[in-house]
C-alpha cells in the first residue's frame, strides 16, 4: 500500500509561459515604485566635534618647547589647588572665610559701645525697678538690655542658641566689658538657678558693673 502524499496529488502542469516584455515591464514599474527601498545607504559615523580654538592652543603650547612658560603656568595651576585645599580645610575646622575677617578687620577703630543715653535711661527704668524692692527685676532688665545692645551694634554677634555664659566668653567683646557682663549674667543665673534672692548690695553690684559694661574706653572694633 503506497502512502499518500501529506499536502494533497501533485501537480505536473508547469509555470504559465509570461512575455519577457511583460515581465519587463513589471519590474520596471516595481522598481519605480518610490514606495519599496531596494538599496539600504552606507552607513557613516557621526564626525566628531572639533575642539575648541582655545583647547587647541594650549595643547600646540604645552606640546611646544617652551620651558620656563610651560613651569610658569604648571606652577600657577598648584598654586590655585592650594589656595583651594587651604581654604577648604580653614573652613571645616570653623575658621571661616579670610574675606569676612577682613571685613570685621575693617572696621577697626569703629565704636561700638553702647550709646550713653541709651544706658542712663535704661539706668533710670532699673533704679525705679530698685526702689521698690524688686531688685531680681532691676538686675535681670540690665542684662537683657546689655544683650539687645549687642545684637543691635554686632548682628550675628549674638546668636538664639547661646546662654549668657557663652556671651560672656565671647572674644569679639574687649575683656574689660566682657568681665562686667559676666558680673551681671552671674548675679541673674544666682537668682533663677540657686533660688536665693537678691538683695540691695547685689543690685548696687550689678549696677556698678553695667557702668563698666555700658561706658568702658574699650569698646573698639
Given at each position: ?7 494533497g ?6 509555470a504559465?509561459n509570461?512575455?519577457?516584455a ?15 527601498q ?5 552607513y ?24 620656563v612658560l610651560r613651569t ?7 598654586a590655585?589647588?592650594?589656595l ?5 580645610i ?9 574675606w ?6 575693617d ?10 543715653a541709651?544706658?542712663?535711661?535704661l ?6 525697678l ?10 535681670r532688665?540690665?542684662?537683657?538690655r546689655?544683650i539687645?545692645d549687642?545684637?543691635?551694634?554686632r ?7 547661646l546662654?549668657s ?5 565671647l572674644p569679639?567683646?574687649?575683656?574689660g ?10 548675679l ?21 558693673a553695667?557702668?563698666?559694661?555700658a ?7
Amino acid at each position: 500500500m503506497s502512502a499518500k502524499p501529506p499536502f494533497g496529488p501533485v501537480s505536473t502542469e508547469t509555470a504559465p509561459n509570461i512575455h519577457p516584455a511583460a515581465f519587463a515591464e513589471a519590474h520596471r514599474k516595481l522598481t519605480e515604485d518610490g514606495a519599496i527601498q531596494f538599496s539600504l545607504p552606507m552607513y557613516e559615523p557621526p564626525r566628531p566635534t572639533p575642539p575648541p580654538a582655545w583647547l587647541e592652543w594650549l595643547a600646540n603650547f604645552l606640546s611646544a618647547e617652551h620651558p620656563v612658560l610651560r613651569t610658569l603656568l604648571w606652577g600657577m595651576v598648584a598654586a590655585a589647588a592650594l589656595l583651594i585645599l587651604w581654604l577648604v580645610i580653614r573652613r571645616l575646622n570653623g575658621s571661616g572665610w579670610p574675606w569676612r575677617r577682613r571685613a570685621r578687620d575693617d572696621r577697626a577703630g569703629e565704636s561700638w559701645r553702647p550709646a550713653e543715653a541709651p544706658a542712663r535711661a535704661l539706668l533710670g527704668e532699673a533704679d525705679a525697678l530698685a526702689g521698690r524692692g524688686l531688685f531680681s527685676d532691676a538686675i535681670r532688665l540690665l542684662l537683657f538690655r546689655s544683650i539687645a545692645d549687642l545684637e543691635e551694634r554686632r548682628p550675628g554677634l549674638v546668636t538664639p542658641a547661646l546662654t549668657s555664659r557663652d556671651i560672656a566668653g565671647l572674644p569679639d567683646i574687649p575683656s574689660g566689658p566682657r568681665g562686667a557682663f559676666a558680673r551681671i549674667a552671674m548675679l541673674v543665673e544666682r537668682g533663677l538657678f540657686a533660688r536665693r534672692p537678691l538683695a540691695e548690695s547685689d543690685w548696687r553690684d550689678c549696677r556698678a558693673a553695667y557702668e563698666e559694661f555700658a561706658f568702658a574706653d574699650e569698646w573698639r572694633g
